[in-house]
Protein backbone atom coordinates (compact mmCIF):
# COMPACT_ATOMS: atom_id res chain seq x y z
CA UNK A 1 0.00 0.00 0.00
CA UNK A 2 0.79 3.81 -0.45
CA UNK A 3 0.28 6.64 1.93
CA UNK A 4 -0.33 9.62 0.24
CA UNK A 5 -0.55 12.92 2.35
CA UNK A 6 -0.51 15.56 -0.58
CA UNK A 7 -0.42 16.31 -4.20
CA UNK A 8 3.32 15.69 -4.26
CA UNK A 9 2.91 12.16 -3.47
CA UNK A 10 0.79 11.61 -6.80
CA UNK A 11 4.25 9.58 -8.24
CA UNK A 12 4.74 7.27 -5.89
CA UNK A 13 1.62 5.42 -6.54
CA UNK A 14 2.05 2.56 -9.01
CA UNK A 15 -0.54 0.26 -10.60
CA UNK A 16 -2.38 -2.07 -8.15
CA UNK A 17 -1.21 -0.30 -5.06
CA UNK A 18 -3.57 0.46 -1.95
CA UNK A 19 -3.88 4.18 -2.03
CA UNK A 20 -4.00 4.82 1.61
CA UNK A 21 -4.79 8.81 2.40
CA UNK A 22 -6.80 11.63 4.92
CA UNK A 23 -9.37 11.88 1.90
CA UNK A 24 -9.40 12.96 -1.87
CA UNK A 25 -11.22 15.80 -3.99
CA UNK A 26 -11.11 16.30 -7.78
CA UNK A 27 -7.70 16.60 -8.12
CA UNK A 28 -6.79 13.02 -6.95
CA UNK A 29 -9.08 11.54 -9.57
CA UNK A 30 -6.21 10.37 -11.20
CA UNK A 31 -4.83 7.89 -9.27
CA UNK A 32 -8.09 6.17 -9.32
CA UNK A 33 -7.16 4.05 -12.61
CA UNK A 34 -4.10 3.08 -11.34
CA UNK A 35 -5.32 2.10 -7.64
CA UNK A 36 -5.85 -1.16 -6.72
CA UNK A 37 -8.40 -0.27 -3.73
CA UNK A 38 -8.57 2.64 -1.54
CA UNK A 39 -8.64 3.62 2.48
CA UNK A 40 -9.26 7.42 3.80
CA UNK A 41 -9.36 8.27 7.17
CA UNK A 42 -12.21 10.73 6.14
CA UNK A 43 -15.69 10.08 3.82
CA UNK A 44 -18.59 8.73 3.61
CA UNK A 45 -21.04 6.34 1.19
CA UNK A 46 -21.39 10.40 -1.14
CA UNK A 47 -18.10 11.93 -0.94
CA UNK A 48 -15.87 12.34 -4.16
CA UNK A 49 -13.45 9.28 -2.59
CA UNK A 50 -16.81 6.88 -2.48
CA UNK A 51 -17.90 7.64 -6.13
CA UNK A 52 -15.16 7.84 -8.29
CA UNK A 53 -14.17 4.74 -6.08
CA UNK A 54 -17.47 3.24 -7.39
CA UNK A 55 -16.90 4.42 -10.78
CA UNK A 56 -13.80 3.04 -10.83
CA UNK A 57 -15.03 -0.55 -9.82
CA UNK A 58 -11.92 -0.63 -6.79
CA UNK A 59 -12.65 -1.50 -3.44
CA UNK A 60 -13.10 0.84 -1.16
CA UNK A 61 -12.96 1.67 2.73
CA UNK A 62 -13.88 5.27 4.04
CA UNK A 63 -14.13 7.25 7.60
CA UNK A 64 -11.50 5.04 9.13
CA UNK A 65 -10.32 7.79 11.45
CA UNK A 66 -6.69 7.14 11.67
CA UNK A 67 -5.46 4.74 9.16
CA UNK A 68 -2.71 7.36 7.21
CA UNK A 69 -1.48 7.11 11.48
CA UNK A 70 -1.95 3.37 11.72
CA UNK A 71 -0.69 1.99 8.24
CA UNK A 72 2.75 2.37 7.73
CA UNK A 73 3.79 2.89 3.58
CA UNK A 74 4.42 -0.60 2.22
CA UNK A 75 2.62 -2.58 4.30
CA UNK A 76 0.72 -6.12 2.73
CA UNK A 77 -2.99 -5.51 3.71
CA UNK A 78 -6.68 -6.55 2.07
CA UNK A 79 -9.17 -3.97 1.73
CA UNK A 80 -12.76 -5.17 1.48
CA UNK A 81 -14.97 -2.73 0.64
CA UNK A 82 -18.44 -5.00 1.33
CA UNK A 83 -17.35 -5.46 5.14
CA UNK A 84 -15.74 -2.00 5.39
CA UNK A 85 -12.46 -3.73 6.85
CA UNK A 86 -8.87 -3.41 6.20
CA UNK A 87 -6.75 -5.91 6.61
CA UNK A 88 -2.97 -5.53 7.78
CA UNK A 89 -0.87 -9.17 6.70
CA UNK A 90 2.44 -7.84 7.72
CA UNK A 91 2.02 -5.80 11.09
CA UNK A 92 4.14 -3.02 9.62
CA UNK A 93 1.88 -0.11 11.67
CA UNK A 94 3.62 2.81 13.40
CA UNK A 95 4.69 1.61 16.65
CA UNK A 96 3.71 -1.64 16.15
CA UNK A 97 6.61 -4.55 15.81
CA UNK A 98 5.38 -7.55 17.51
CA UNK A 99 4.31 -9.74 13.98
CA UNK A 100 0.86 -9.87 14.60
CA UNK A 101 -1.78 -8.85 12.53
CA UNK A 102 -4.53 -5.81 12.53
CA UNK A 103 -7.38 -4.71 11.27
CA UNK A 104 -9.53 -1.21 10.88
CA UNK A 105 -12.76 -1.02 10.39
CA UNK A 106 -15.05 2.01 8.85
CA UNK A 107 -17.58 2.79 5.70
CA UNK A 108 -17.30 0.19 2.94
CA UNK A 109 -18.09 1.02 -0.76
CA UNK A 110 -18.71 -1.48 -3.54
Known sequence: MRLLLGTDDFGRLRRGDVLVCRTTDPAWSVLFGVAGALVTDRGGVLSHA?????????????????????????????????????VLHDAVTRGDNDGNTGDVAATGVR
Not at 62 to 81: E, F, I, K, S, Y
Open 50 to 86: AIVAREHGIPAVLATGNATQVLRDGAVVTVDGSTGRV
